[in-house]
């Protein structure tokens, strides 16, 4: 049994920024990629960025220099610096990462519950 849990969503002004924060928790052997997405109202779930265990970086075109994503695996932690925000960052930000779970070698994908960002103009 594994989880993640987000913290660090709330409301911001155009310009100013927010950190998420996502710790998984449970059985945990090791985990693989680790990544965010968000969903606004009306609009599908996207990828905004993504880091591999060794600290290998990927970002929407849309968030690309000013978000940066980082983790820290002793922590099982992932984070989410989020700069320059816009209003059209409002959306519910979601953790996802591919856990291997104690005494398996098949990898689980498991999401957060989603935390909210509002950015308002």
């Known amino acids: 049994q594994v989880q993640l849990v987000e913290s660090g969503g709330g409301l911001v002004q155009a310009g100013g920024s927010l950190r998420l924060s996502c710790t998984a928790s449970g059985d945990i052997f090791i985990i693989n990629l680790m990544a965010w997405y968000r969903q606004a109202p009306g609009k599908q779930r996207e990828l905004v960025a993504s880091i591999a265990r060794g600290g290998s970086t990927n970002y929407a075109d849309s968030v690309q220099g000013r978000f940066a994503i980082s983790r820290d695996n002793a922590k099982n932690t992932v984070y989410l610096q989020m700069n320059s925000l816009k209003p059209e960052d409002t959306a519910v930000y979601y953790c996802?990462?591919?856990?291997?779970?104690?005494?398996?070698?098949?990898?689980?994908?498991?999401w957060g519950q989603g935390t909210q960002v509002t950015v308002s103009s």
């Open positions: 996802n990462a591919d856990i291997v779970r104690r005494f398996r070698t098949v990898s689980t994908n498991t």
